[in-house]
Nanobody, 128 residues
Framework: QEQLVESGGGSVQAGDSLRLSCAAS??????????MGWFRQAPGKEREFVAG????????YYADAVKGRSTISTNDPHSTLYLEMNALKPEDTAVYYC???????????????????WGQGTQVTVSS
């Protein structure tokens, strides 16, 4: 079972920026997945899609809640996935999860069930 490991979370003030990272046991992420995604889960809420990257293209996708404030990217050997978030708001407070899916699809899936690899999550807390 592949393991994804997130890092970069923390406690920040509204308006600050954070960059989250996701690595997979030293392997190249694009070597065994069709795409990657970032999800988040706030207390009492369902896990929701934040941003994703489909290796074919590559093609990038963003949820409306973070569009224009966030950038998903990867490094050249595709060993690490990043999510840079700017102008953070208190409503961005959540546990952020990195995920990967291996089944090919024409569009990047945005629902939890499509992803078969998950990280343990990293907490992001934004204070007003």
């Amino acid at each position: 079972q592949e393991q994804l490991v997130e890092s970069g979370g923390g406690s920040v003030q509204a308006g600050d920026s954070l960059r989250l990272s996701c690595a997979a046991s030293g392997r190249t992420l694009s070597g065994y997945t069709a795409g990657m995604g970032w999800f988040r889960q706030a207390p009492g809420k369902e896990r929701e899609f934040v941003a994703g990257l489909r290796w074919l293209g590559p093609t990038l996708y963003y949820a409306d809640a973070v569009k224009g404030r966030s950038t998903i990217s990867t490094n050249d050997p595709h060993s690490t996935l990043y999510l840079e978030m700017n102008a953070l708001k208190p409503e961005d407070t959540a546990v952020y999860y990195c995920a990967a899916y291996s089944a090919w699809s024409e569009e990047l899936p945005t629902f939890v069930g499509a992803y078969n690899y998950w990280g343990q999550g990293t907490q992001v807390t934004v204070s007003s």
